[in-house]
């Protein structure tokens, strides 16, 4: 059997659940755009798609018109990119890594994005030259290899590389603390550290164009490798004995993730649990292969982060929740009763 006729035949049991995850997700964004302080009707969605996207005429209400596209719409639509490249990203890692803690947050990624952005906006590293998302990148890497390199001094294992994403994120984010404590003003800290904390607030159509492609491509970088991630759960060693080129892979998928960490982190700030907790919930629904992981925990993050979203506008009358609050909420009891849950089984 060919590598692609396996890998059809590995992928056809799972497309009913697929598109079931489809439907949810439309459902979710659907949520997302009506749902809020501001309840607006589902038949304005319709009438306002008609307009924007097929020049149809129809009578709008400018308030809730501008509401719903220029706002909720991008907004719900980064945030379900959002969720879908940090399920990928933990995916990826865990495998790996082979270590079932591995996620963006823990190993150091997303403190080092948040600490090359934060860097570029307050003191204009590179004379404006270099954007958000380039600094993020720069630190999310920087954080990977500097990670990397403390376990391998420390033994390589995968207690030691949990030990060296948790030190180098401490070092990352104390960086972060100093750096807005140093150069920003009142002002541009209660903003920052808001954004850290994961933030949809700010998020237009630019934003959208810049997440969807980059997590689009992740995607299908991570989907056309879902052999050697299976691989890798047994070790390099293993990936290396059938065939697989082991650097390169390694090479080509932590630098998706480091991409998809970055861009991510660069628009929305740091939102933990997602890329932790959603390939765990996922494998116990469709099993450890990567071909149904993958696209199933690409489905499941973005429409836990939708409905993360969703509840950051509605728990606090008149005040919105740094959505990486309402995952932490959700995602440390979550987590713990999937441990426990492993512990009965095992």
């Known amino acids: 059997?060919?590598?692609?006729?396996?890998?059809?035949?590995?992928?056809?049991?799972?497309?009913?659940?697929?598109?079931?995850?489809?439907?949810?997700?439309?459902?979710?964004?659907?949520?997302?755009?009506?749902?809020?302080?501001?309840?607006?009707?589902?038949?304005?969605?319709?009438?306002?798609?008609a307009v924007k996207l097929w020049g149809a005429e129809r009578a709008l209400d400018p308030i809730d018109a501008g509401i719903l596209w220029s706002y909720r719409l991008?907004?719900?639509?980064?945030?379900?990119?959002?969720?879908a490249g940090l399920a990928l990203s933990g995916v990826v890692l865990q495998a790996l890594v082979r270590n079932a803690l591995a996620d963006p947050y823990l190993l150091g990624v997303s403190a080092g994005a948040g600490a090359g952005a934060v860097s570029v906006a307050l003191l204009g590293i590179g004379g404006g030259a270099i954007g958000l998302s380039a600094g993020a990148f720069g630190g999310a890497t920087?954080?990977?290899v500097l990670v990397a390199l403390l376990a391998r001094a420390a033994g390589g294992g995968p207690a030691q590389l949990v030990l060296a994403g948790i030190a180098g994120s401490q070092l990352f984010?104390?960086?972060?603390?100093?750096?807005i404590a140093k150069s920003a003003n009142a002002e541009q800290a209660r903003g920052l550290m808001f954004w850290l904390l994961g933030n949809l607030s700010g998020v237009r159509w630019p934003d959208v164009t810049m997440a969807l492609?980059?997590?689009?491509?992740?995607?299908l970088v991570c989907l056309a490798h879902v052999r050697p991630l299976d691989a890798f759960s047994f070790g390099s060693g293993a990936a290396a004995a059938l065939g697989i080129a082991v650097r390169r892979v390694q090479l080509v998928l932590i630098a998706a993730v480091t991409l998809m960490t970055a861009t991510l982190v660069s628009l929305v700030g740091s939102i933990g649990f997602v890329g932790l907790v959603i390939p765990h919930a996922v494998r116990l629904l469709v099993g450890p292969r990567h071909a149904r992981l993958v696209p199933?925990?690409?489905?499941?993050g973005a429409i836990f982060l939708i409905?993360?979203?969703?509840?950051?506008?509605?728990?606090?009358p008149g005040q919105v929740v740094p959505i990486g609050v309402v995952t932490a909420l959700v995602g440390a009891p979550g987590f713990a009763l999937i441990l426990i849950r492993n512990r009965r089984r095992a």
């Open 1 to 49: 059997m060919t590598r692609r006729a396996a890998l059809v035949a590995l992928t056809l049991p799972v497309l009913p659940r697929v598109g079931l995850g489809a439907v949810l997700l439309a459902l979710a964004v659907l949520a997302g755009v009506i749902v809020g302080e501001t309840a607006l009707p589902l038949r304005l969605v319709g009438d306002v798609l």
């Open 74 to 83: 991008p907004r719900t639509l980064v945030a379900a990119a959002c969720g």
């Open 142 to 144: 920087a954080a990977f």
């Open 173 to 179: 984010n104390a960086l972060t603390s100093f750096l």
């Open 213 to 219: 492609p980059v997590v689009g491509a992740g995607f």
């Open 296 to 300: 199933a925990s690409a489905l499941a």
């Open 307 to 316: 409905a993360a979203d969703i509840a950051s506008r509605v728990l606090i």
